[in-house]
């Protein structure tokens, strides 16, 4: 069974600084999808960034970038010039990408905060 | 307006009470799903369903059930609600064709049993 890892439960970091939050998973497959998803204290999960395990180059979506290591299993996402809007909880998920398979598997979680 | 709504945003329950969740979507998507999450657990899905006539379950989908009344209606309901389905529920939409399959989540109901 595929499982997602985020191994720091809360992260903060200095308002226009850059963070890293880890993300580790472990699957058989070859073929699959990794997401970060952002809870803000609304509670609406909002997609972030996704990537595609076939493509070799790292997903970006404006301040966020990712660091996929696809050998290692590992998808840290990057903050850079972080502000008071990206206070939230952020969720790594994996989905397997085979055409019909449509459980996201979640991790834990990672509750960042930011320091003005 | 929201693409993908769900009501009620909050209920509180008692034990043993039929309660029924109800999620509509406005993105013309074919793909629906509900999931809960917990403290400390991230989310789990419970049902999906890849269209009206198409129901599946998910990890967790003892004491749950599902209703697909058109495909931008996906309900879920607790025929008899217990105190540890107390969390905050998720319903979802994707939309076939995409490959990716995103998902788009609504802003989530939390569901306390008395």
């Known amino acids: 069974a595929q499982t997602v890892t985020q191994s720091q439960p809360e992260m903060s970091v200095q308002e226009a600084e850059t963070v890293t939050l880890s993300c580790t998973y472990d699957?058989?497959?070859?073929?699959?999808?990794l997401f970060w998803y952002k809870q803000p204290p609304s509670r609406q999960m909002i997609l972030v960034i996704r990537q595609e395990a076939y493509k070799q180059q790292n997903a970006t979506e404006n301040r966020f970038s990712v660091n996929f290591q696809k050998a290692a299993k590992s998808f840290s996402l990057k903050i850079s010039d972080s502000q008071l809007g990206d206070a939230a909880m952020y969720f790594c998920a994996y989905r397997r990408g085979n055409f019909g398979n449509e459980k996201l598997t979640f991790g834990t979680g990672t509750r960042l905060t930011i320091i003005p | 307006d929201a693409d993908v709504t769900q009501t009620p945003r909050n209920r509180i329950t008692k034990t043993g009470k039929r309660i029924m969740l109800e999620c509509s979507q406005t993105?013309?998507?074919?793909?629906m799903y509900w999931y809960r999450q917990d403290p400390g657990l991230g989310l789990r899905l419970i049902y999906y369903s890849f269209d009206v006539k198409d129901i599946n379950k998910g990890e967790i989908s003892d004491g749950y059930s599902v209703s697909r009344q058109a495909q931008a209606k996906f309900s879920l309901s607790l025929e008899s609600a217990i105190p540890n389905q107390t969390a905050l529920y998720f319903c979802a939409t994707s939309a076939t064709g995409t490959g990716v399959y995103e998902q788009y989540f609504g802003p989530g109901t939390r569901l306390t049993v008395t």
């Open positions: 699957t058989s497959e070859s073929d699959y999808y």
């Open positions: 993105k013309g998507h074919d793909r």
